[in-house]
Every structure is written in C-alpha cells, then in structure tokens.
C-alpha cells in the first residue's frame, strides 16, 4: 500500500521567517495530495492542496509544490505567524485505494 | 451551517465495556471514515463507508466495529476487544473519490 513519510517532526522557527515541510509518497498511482492544520484538541482542517497534473499551489502566504518524477512535495508557510503554530499533516490520495494516506506530521511553533 | 458533528467530545471507558461514538453530518457526503490519533502521531484509518449500508476495514479495523444506516451518521463502536482503546477518534466525510475530506472536532476516549 501506500507509505508517506514527512519531515521533520518538529520545525521551530522565528516570526517571521519561513517554513518549509517535506513530504514523500511510495506509489505512483497517488493523484491527489492535501495538506491539513491541527490545533489543539481539534480536528484537522484542509489548508491547502495539489493534483498530479499541476505543479505548484499558492493561497497568500502557503505554497505547496509537487515533483510526481521524484515522489515528493512539500509545504511553504512564508512570513511566519504566531497563529501558525499547529501539525501539519500532508497526505496522499490514490483513486483505486479510495482513502488517504497521512504522514506522521509535523509539530511547528513560531516564535514571537 | 454544514459540517460534522462529533458527540461525545470525551468519553470514559470501564474495563469490558462497549463505548459507542457518534459521527453526524448534514454535507450530503458519500463517503465516511473514522481515523484513530494516538499522542504525538499521524492519523490511523479504522473503518471507511463509501454508501449507506457498506464499510470496508481500514488498517487498525481489529477491537472495533461500525454501521452505515444513513447516509449522515456512520457511528463507531469501540468494544472491549480493543486492548488499548485510549486515543483521539476523528470522523471524516467526504463527497467524491478526490475531493477533501472534511473532520469533525473528534471525541477523546479514555479507560476509567
């Protein structure tokens, strides 16, 4: 079946700055890849997503760009705000196996 | 106001006890799944409903069970053949094969 791996775990960055998070995905077959924000005692809400025939995303300050070629695609959160500290998970969706697959997310705090 | 609606937000569990935990939506979705988050890790598919009165097993399905006799309410019943019930549950909807799912606020089950 399909694996995602995301890194890193933790990300701590300074207000401000960026952050990037990377992901990988074992099968080819996946088309169809979101990305979700968790806070604290919620469940996870989309932010943003990507299909296999477009190769960037943006919505103000988050991109989400994806290499089908490699089996990669990340997450960029620009000009970092507190309220930005949450997981973040990426997953990937393969239309035969009619679920998603999530990476083990990624826990970022910015800090003031 | 659409969206899904988890009940209860925490629930305790005796020892040999069945729980049962409510996932309602009213986003007319096809299809719907209950995730299991364990502290500090990714989502865990259980069981996943793609029409009214059909469920597949997911990747942890075992100590668990579930019913689809509506199209807006997909419940889970936590049984005591779980060993190890203690965990975050989340219910997810979703309209089409590759469209976002959507979460409720998910319910926190815990061994009294």
């Known amino acids: 079946g399909e694996n995602v791996e995301q890194h890193p775990s933790t990300l701590s960055v300074q207000e401000g700055d960026s952050a990037v998070i990377k992901c990988t995905y074992s099968d080819s077959a996946s088309n169809y890849f979101p990305w979700y924000k968790q806070e604290l005692g919620k469940g996870p809400q989309l932010i943003i997503d990507?299909?296999?025939?477009?190769g960037e995303k943006k919505d103000q300050r988050i991109a989400v760009t994806l290499n089908k070629t490699a089996k990669h695609f990340s997450l960029h959160i620009t000009e970092t705000q507190p309220e930005d500290s949450a997981v973040y998970f990426c997953?990937?969706?393969?239309?035969?196996?009619?679920?998603?697959?999530f990476g083990g997310g990624t826990r970022v705090l910015v800090k003031p | 106001d659409g969206g899904i609606t988890q009940s209860p937000k925490y629930l305790f569990r005796k020892e040999g006890q069945n729980v049962t935990l409510s996932c309602e939506q009213n986003?007319?979705?096809?299809?719907m799944y209950w995730y299991r988050q364990d502290p500090g890790q990714g989502l865990r598919l259980i069981y996943y409903?793609?029409?009214?009165?059909?469920?597949q097993k997911g990747d942890i399905a075992e100590g668990y069970s579930v019913s689809r006799e509506k199209k807006e309410s997909f419940p889970l019943t936590v049984t005591s053949a779980q060993k190890n019930p203690t965990a975050f549950y989340l219910c997810a909807s979703r309209i089409q094969k590759d469209q976002p799912q959507h979460f409720g606020d998910g319910t926190r089950l815990s061994i009294l």
């Open positions: 997953a990937a969706f393969k239309a035969a196996g009619n679920k998603l697959t």
């Open positions: 986003l007319n979705h096809d299809a």
């Open positions: 990507i299909r296999s025939n477009v």
């Open positions: 409903s793609q029409i009214v009165n059909d469920f």
